[in-house]
């Protein structure tokens, strides 16, 4: 027998490989699965908010605050490290060893409650998106799974966050993509094969239950010629620039600031989370009740022509999300992000009337969420995909680049980033303290002494 051969038998026939590549294929098929549940809760609560807006359009004004508030005090009491996107929590879980440590940000109960405190955020009218959270779903789900014999596999962590964006947008590329630039930064070529299998698995339960569907449905249009290029850059600038300022205003109120509304945050938590949510209602009332949840509804309207909205819409859903991103609920930014693009794009194109208006719209949408994350291949990617827009490649690219730089220059550190960061800090912290004081109770000397 060949050295080949035998080389060949040894991968085909290890134990050890082929329970690897069951795990990933599992874990995918159940992300696929608690995907697909979690978009049917989201989309039945937002029903019913709506419903309870149509009986009274002023109803958020006691719904909204107090749903904030119940919020971000179930998650500090039962779902720690729940809060928020999630996707923040996914990358600071790669860069942590320990795994009591990573265990805190990932686990089957931080899974639950991010499900249930987002659905529940959506239906009492809280500007967020379910995308960002289920990423810590999969990533939890992963995790779990590989407990055990392949407990310090970190690549379970990007294949789980990486199949949860692919089964929540129904975007396979994107999910892969989202893997390589915002969840490592880099790629390992030995687990190409291993995500990729968690990708399609979940993949495969989205389209089996959710059919072949394309999320803002086909968008058939296209720029004319060169005389349009400056609508790639305008768009790129603008919305880059606003993503910037978006991401800057996150870092540094869930940073910690100081003075006084950082003593008011620490000191009124809950205050602080109710007042969000009165902030979020009167933009929704100033809206025309467009701002709350989601804003999928708002964004497909924009896009395909289908329906008018207040021209105050971006910037109200801006702040309404900005205000649902700051109090500490569980919920992401992923499609208020490409609502508020949306509505950005909308306000443009009435400026450039030359120009098909869903075209100004679909470049606003890539550029203000390449702004927010400053992962423009996973923006670009995420909207080609979603959209179907084969026609505007390259402006979509051209344009996610130049907002990537442009939001750069407004806020140096990238948002998910700069908040892993904050996860990383206090876990450690976390443990640090839980050492010390393990250690004056044994009546050592605390490893800080």
């Known amino acids: 027998m060949s050295h080949s051969t035998h080389l060949l038998r040894r991968i085909w026939f290890n134990r050890y490989i082929w329970q690897r590549r069951g795990i990933f294929w599992i874990g995918g098929l159940l992300i696929g699965i608690v995907t697909v549940a979690f978009a049917w809760a989201a989309d039945y609560a937002q029903h019913l908010f709506k419903l309870l807006v149509g009986i009274s359009p002023y109803a958020p004004l006691v719904v909204t605050p107090a749903g904030l508030a119940l919020s971000f005090w179930i998650t500090r009491r039962y779902f720690q490290n729940s ?3 999630g996707i923040p929590q996914a990358i600071a879980a790669r860069h942590l060893s320990d795994e009591d440590d990573r265990s805190r940000l990932l686990s089957l109960r931080i899974a639950i409650g991010k499900i249930l405190l987002t659905v529940f955020a959506l239906g009492v009218g809280a500007s967020v998106g379910r995308e960002g959270p289920t990423v810590q779903v999969g990533a939890s789900i992963m995790h779990t799974l590989g407990k055990g014999r392949f407990r310090k596999h ?30 490592s930064r880099s790629f390992e070529h030995r687990m190409s094969g291993f995500v990729l299998g968690s990708i399609i698995a979940a993949g495969l339960v989205s389209l089996f239950f959710l059919g072949d569907y394309v999320y803002f449905g086909h968008a058939n249009i296209s720029l004319t010629g060169y005389k349009d290029i400056p609508a790639v850059l305008l768009c790129g600038v603008v919305g880059g620039f606003l993503g910037g300022i978006f991401s800057r205003i996150l870092l540094f109120v869930l940073g910690g600031p100081g003075g006084r509304l950082g003593s008011f945050i620490r000191q009124h938590p809950i205050a602080f989370a109710a007042l969000c949510g009165l902030g979020t209602a009167i933009c929704g009332i100033l809206s025309g009740n467009h701002t709350y949840a989601t804003g999928y509804d708002e964004a497909r309207t924009i896009l395909l022509g289908e329906g008018t909205l207040p021209w105050q819409y971006g910037i109200l859903k801006m702040v309404a999300t900005t205000l649902s991103a700051i109090c500490g609920i569980p919920g992401g930014i992923f499609s208020p992000s490409l609502s508020i693009g949306a509505g950005f794009g909308a306000n443009l194109a009435a400026l450039l009337p030359q120009i098909d208006p869903g075209t100004i719209v679909l470049l606003f949408m890539v550029s203000y969420l390449a702004g927010v994350v400053q992962a423009p291949i996973t923006s670009f990617v995420i909207v080609f995909e979603m959209t179907s827009g084969h026609n505007m490649i390259l402006p979509l690219m051209a344009a996610s680049m130049l907002a990537f730089a442009t939001s750069r220059l407004i806020c140096p550190t990238p948002l998910y980033h700069g908040l892993a960061k904050n996860f990383i800090r ?7 303290g839980k050492q010390q004081a393990m250690a004056t109770v044994a009546g050592e000397t605390p490893p800080s002494a």
Do not use: D, K
């Not at 970190?154 to 989202?178: E, K, R």
């Not at 206090?426 to 640090?432: D, E, G």
């Open 426 to 432: 206090n876990t450690r912290a976390l443990r640090a």
């Open 83 to 85: 809060q928020g996107s």
């Open 154 to 183: 970190q690549g379970l962590v990007l294949a789980g966050a990486s199949a949860g964006i692919a089964a929540a947008f129904n975007t396979p590329l994107a999910g892969l993509v989202f893997g390589i630039e915002e969840m």
